[in-house]
């Protein structure tokens, strides 16, 4: 054990050009991970809709605009919800490995406070961005959202 905390020091010790480069390629493939979960979402969503189109139930427009939009800023967000966390873990793995140095510690704190502000402001941007787009949709097709009974 004593040898990991060996390690996790020397590697917390690098310039911060060489952190910064590990921080964005961990987002990377962190959303490179991601990303293969929500193709595989976007397949069964399609093999649902061919299902309902072929029932004769409809299966909405894909080509849409305003999904197409709304897509890509959920997976923007996603993207930058992403990189709060790993800027949270990391504040929280300097804090841990201050070693009583107050300068440590108040750069640690500093980093996860603006964190978690950013976080906060990516959760609430969401949460906005899906309510605009829902009104939008509902606005521009009377049927969105309606459930077809037979």
């Given amino acids: 054990m004593k040898h990991l905390y060996a390690q996790l020091v020397i590697l917390l010790q690098v310039s911060p050009q060489v952190r910064l480069v590990a921080l964005v390629l961990l987002c990377l493939v962190a959303t490179i991970v991601l990303g293969d979960s929500a193709h595989a979402q976007q397949q069964l969503l399609n093999g649902i809709n061919e299902t309902a189109g072929q029932a004769g139930l409809g299966a909405g427009s894909s080509g849409n605009l305003s999904l197409i939009v709304g897509e890509i800023i959920k997976g923007l967000l996603g993207f930058v ?18 070693g009583g140095n107050e300068e440590s510690v108040s750069q640690a704190k500093r980093i996860i406070r ?10 609430i941007s969401y949460a906005l961005s899906l309510w605009i787009f829902d009104v939008i949709l509902k606005a521009t097709d009377p049927t969105f959202g309606n459930v077809v009974e037979n």
Avoid: D
Wanted: hydrophobic share 70%.
């Fill in 114 to 123: 603006n964190a978690a502000v950013g976080l906060a402001i990516v959760t």
């Fill in 81 to 98: 919800g992403v990189l709060f966390m790993v800027l949270i873990i990391w504040g929280g793995a300097r804090w841990m490995t201050a």
